[in-house]
């Protein structure tokens, strides 16, 4: 076998997502694509805010000298510049141009951020439910992923965190809003997080690095406001992307914010500078630089997401769904109706729902719907996910 069997092995484990992929297509070849409802990708819906067109169209127009050539390794310094005045504003943290490297999305920010921090054998500690490719992440820069649990709402547990820090720890890596919960954390958690890690810094005798992914934090609702770890520790980095707030998923473009006072702060500058040029990602896109670096603080509207959600949480819940009400992205997490989340995963199939098991997640026992789709498909779909928790419950119990 010429494929290394680590990769099968990866492969075998990250195949959820990609099986509801293969089973959407193979449904909407038999049944139409207008009779098979895919929750299954988190591929944002909302197109992005016409702005962005306009401003494309104007950066792609522009004569100017040097517009498609190499830059330095952390990113053309106007668009450093201008993400460095809006994130004063937004983090509440003075973050100099020098302390942001722009990076192909927040993948590629995590990747250089463990390319940099990470020892062979280093622990990444994750809590569950968590994105599954944080593993892999993990893996390619020779880490560890270690998994926390959270608590019934999907909230930090902090006596769990506590518990899980060893001696191996290097990174303690959260994800606010989160997917696949949609669940927020709070401000007193992150403050309760940071103190706990200062004591531990102690205790262990090192530093450790409190890495926030951030892609989510504009996705909010009802009034909730995403707190900013910069505030509560310094051995910080903050992780994000236009994908979601901008509708720009496809056009990889994002950043690493490092907090000012971080340890070693030139030395781990230097170090995702190189580690964005030697694996490969060598530069964010110089076109789309250009082009968010004249969009600070714009944002697909918001409100549309939260329609989604409301009306398919109030549908659910009439069925009798358990469900935490999620404060931002846009995901439901319900718990499923059986134990076993794949066979109820399997039920929606029958009804030409497609969803991911939260197994895929770490969080088994639950099931996630990314609701980034159009409305007809939250209105069509609510008649199956009712026959299907009917079906669930007719079951024979063993």
Not at 329 to 357: G, H, T
Request: one cysteine or more; charged letters at 20%.
């Amino acid at each position: 076998m010429a494929v290394a069997q680590k990769m099968l092995q990866f492969m075998e484990s990250a195949s959820w997502i990609r099986k509801m992929f293969e089973e959407g297509t193979r449904l909407k070849k038999r049944y139409g694509a207008a009779n098979v409802f895919d929750f299954s990708l988190g591929n944002p819906n909302v197109p992005p805010p016409q702005i962005v067109k306009q401003k494309l169209l104007e950066v792609v127009m522009r004569e100017e000298p040097g517009m498609h050539g190499y830059m330095p390794n952390v990113g053309l310094a106007e668009t450093r510049s201008a993400l460095s005045a809006y994130l004063c504003g937004e983090y509440c943290v003075s973050i100099a141009a020098d302390h942001l490297v722009a990076t192909c999305g927040a993948a590629g920010a995590l990747n250089i951020i463990f390319k940099a921090l990470l020892d062979p054998g280093d622990e990444v500690l994750v809590p569950a439910p968590y994105f599954v490719e944080y593993s892999f992440y993990a893996d390619n820069h020779g880490g560890v992923l270690k998994t926390v649990p959270t608590r019934s709402d999907f909230t930090l547990d902090l006596d769990a965190m506590e518990k899980a820090i060893g001696t191996k720890t290097k990174i303690v890596l959260i994800n606010s809003p989160n997917n696949p919960t949609g669940q927020v954390y709070a401000k007193a958690a992150i403050q309760g997080l940071g103190e706990l890690l200062r004591s531990q810094e102690d205790k262990q005798g090192h530093a450790i690095y409190l890495v926030s992914d951030e892609p989510y934090r504009k996705i909010v609702y009802d009034g909730c406001c995403v707190p900013c770890i910069f505030q509560y520790y310094k051995n910080s980095l903050i992780a994000s992307s236009y994908s979601k707030d901008l509708s720009l998923p496809g056009e990889r473009i994002g950043f690493v914010a490092v907090h000012p006072e971080i340890e070693g702060l030139q030395e781990l500058i230097g170090a995702l500078a190189l580690a964005n040029r030697i694996l490969g990602f060598v530069n964010a896109p110089g076109l789309m630089q250009r082009v968010v670096g004249e969009l600070q603080g714009v944002c697909v509207d918001v409100e549309i997401y939260k329609r989604k959600r409301d009306r398919l949480a109030e549908g659910l819940q009439r069925f009798g769904y358990d469900l935490t009400i999620p404060a931002g992205a846009f995901y439901l997490f319900p718990k499923s109706p059986l134990a076993d989340d794949v066979a109820f995963v399997r039920i929606l199939q029958e009804e030409n729902i497609l969803v991911v098991p939260g197994s895929g997640f770490g969080g088994p026992g639950h099931f996630r719907i990314a609701y980034c789709v159009d409305d007809a498909t939250i209105e069509k779909s609510l008649p199956g996910f009712q026959r299907a928790i009917e079906k669930a419950r007719n079951l024979p119990h063993e």
